[in-house]
């Protein structure tokens, strides 16, 4: 079936260090993938997705690219700031899944002044 | 703005009582999910609607139901609450079936089965 599998945390980083964070993917046909964030207490924000092979997103410096041939979405990050401590999701949503949403476990960044 | 809320954000119950937490969500969309987060777990699937009178169960909906009367709620319901459904409940919602859609999250409840 249709699942993700997502780096294990936690992470620390130091201010300004390169984040990268693996997920992989199963599914059949060309799903959709997203990445969520969430910060301390809140609910899951859209970070960026892309919705074809070899498309990149991208949003507040943080990039992913749909990798169909290794089926990835690894999150990337050049220079990470304190403000990008939180807990940091992958997730599918299969070509003919109805919306539906896989997520991975979840991965805790911390970054340090 | 439109929004989607969940209320309460925090509720502490006793085992076998009935509970009913809320979701309302403000864009007029017509998918409503709910899921639980556990820690290890991620964010698994309890239950879902793609629109009104429509309910489908999700990988966990064992001891949870659900009622669309209207576009705007989907209330979730623990019919006799257990120990195991001490967990933080989210609600979110997108507006079509396609793949590519974003679903939107409300900010949670936290559920504690004393």
């Known amino acids: 079936g249709d699942s993700v599998t997502q780096m294990e945390g936690p992470v620390t980083l130091s201010e300004e260090a390169f984040l990268t964070i693996n997920c992989t993917y199963t599914?059949?046909?060309?799903?959709?993938l997203f990445w969520y964030v969430q910060y301390p207490g809140e609910g899951l924000q859209l970070l960026l997705k892309?919705?074809?092979?070899?498309d990149k997103g991208s949003n507040k410096g943080f990039e992913a690219t749909y990798r169909k041939e290794t089926t990835s979405f690894h999150l990337e990050k050049g220079s990470v700031q304190v403000s990008d401590s939180a807990v940091y999701f992958c997730?599918?949503?299969?070509?003919?899944?109805?919306?539906?949403?896989?997520f991975g476990t979840g991965t805790s960044l911390t970054v340090i002044p | 703005d439109a929004e989607i809320t969940q209320s309460p954000r925090h509720k502490i119950t006793e085992t076998g009582r009935q509970v009913t937490l809320a979701c309302h969500q403000t864009?007029?969309?017509?998918?409503m999910f709910w899921y639980r987060q556990d820690l290890g777990h991620g964010l698994r699937l309890i239950h879902y609607?793609?629109?009104?009178?429509?309910?489908n169960k999700g990988e966990v909906s064992d001891g949870y139901s659900v009622s669309r009367s209207n576009t705007e709620d989907l209330p979730l319901t623990l019919e006799s609450a257990a120990s195991s459904q001490t967990s933080v409940y989210f609600c979110?919602?997108?507006?079509?079936?396609?793949?590519?859609?974003?679903?939107?999250f409300g900010p949670g409840t936290r559920l504690t089965v004393l």
């Open positions: 979110a919602s997108s507006p079509t079936l396609q793949s590519t859609d974003t679903q939107y």
């Open positions: 599914a059949t046909g060309y799903p959709s």
């Open positions: 892309a919705t074809k092979a070899d």
């Open positions: 609607s793609y629109g009104v009178q429509d309910t």
């Open positions: 864009w007029n969309h017509n998918n």
């Open positions: 997730a599918l949503s299969p070509s003919q899944g109805g919306n539906q949403f896989y």
